[in-house]
């Protein structure tokens, strides 16, 4: 049995790979499923995955690190009732050190298992960062994310399609200096060559040593993490003239506007419409987007935010723009469960330095 790790940071395109993976693992009659892990509870892409009939499971509240029981028992109940050959876990976007509190221990307590650690990153994002020196995120956070990259033996550089030539070029060319001894793919994960060009990667890279575990500073890695708000949130949209779908959709919006205009930084802002359209932006997506709905007297949404400011400020800007689109296009808006926080300092079960 395999079990392939993601990491890398919010919004990098784990999710998006994991699930063109299977597809294609699945075309080769190999069986494979997912473990998500959010530090909250109600998660798009949880859904998602049902949605598309893709039976998984989830670590929820809190990262693999430091749930590393309910992890192991999260896959030992995937290998009992859906009998994988391969598991794809997905860490927590603001997750680093999987290395040493998620890879080493999976790969001592289940010594039948080969362990593989992939660490995504958005190029765009990459770009602005490490070629033009944008500053983007808090100093705490950009530290996560660069030990992410430091960790990882096996880069992704994701979403290739969003650079032109040159500055692929001039990336590739920062990123050799720096990362220049791992295996860097470069990826489009809405391409299924691409993905199975990293199939193929993990085939060969699977017997490979275990890679060594990061040298951190917890202290900067839980101050990094408690910089970014975490709201999830349900949302039912109404309307007596068919136009549900549509105001979900101004609403995203709206949402989406007031984050970019009061220079929020994106971790991931991410809503699920009617339980089957994912719509999300991160800190390389443009601020607009279009999107084409149908007459509807109902629609529902669920959102993950994932964004630098506190979480109260994060609520009280959804509360703002729900009371516009009410007022602007005769909707009714519901808001439901929620929660709202800051993930917790990270302390993980195990650490094999
Ligand atoms: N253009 C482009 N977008 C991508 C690619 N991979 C993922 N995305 C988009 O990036 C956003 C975040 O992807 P997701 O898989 O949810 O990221 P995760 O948070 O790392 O799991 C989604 O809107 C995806 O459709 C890619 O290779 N190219
Ligand atoms: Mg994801």
Redesign the pocket.
Known sequence: MKIHLLG??????????ILSAIRILEDRAIKAGPITNEQGVRLV?ADLFRHFGVAGREVTNGCFCCNYQDLDNQIQSLLETEQPEIIFA?SV?SCTDIVATVLKPLSLFRPDTQVTLSV?A?ALLLYMLLVESAELFSDQVRYIYFKQLEEARILII?????LNPGQLRDLKKVFREKYGNRIIQY?????ED?VRRWLKQLDKVSSLLIPESLEIDYYTYGAGEAKLAWVDQEIEIESESGGASLGAVDLIRTILHKVTARKYAIG?L?FLLNGKN?????AS?PPTFSFKTHPSDSANLLLNARVQTEPEILLQLISESVREEEKRSKIRIRLNSVSAFRPGYPSPAHRIG
């Open positions: 890398g940071f919010l919004g990098s395109g784990k999710t998006t790979a892409d997905e976007g995504f958005d994701n979403k290739v399609d969003l990826q489009n994960s809405r391409d691409s991931h991410k994912k719509i999300s932006f991160t997506s």
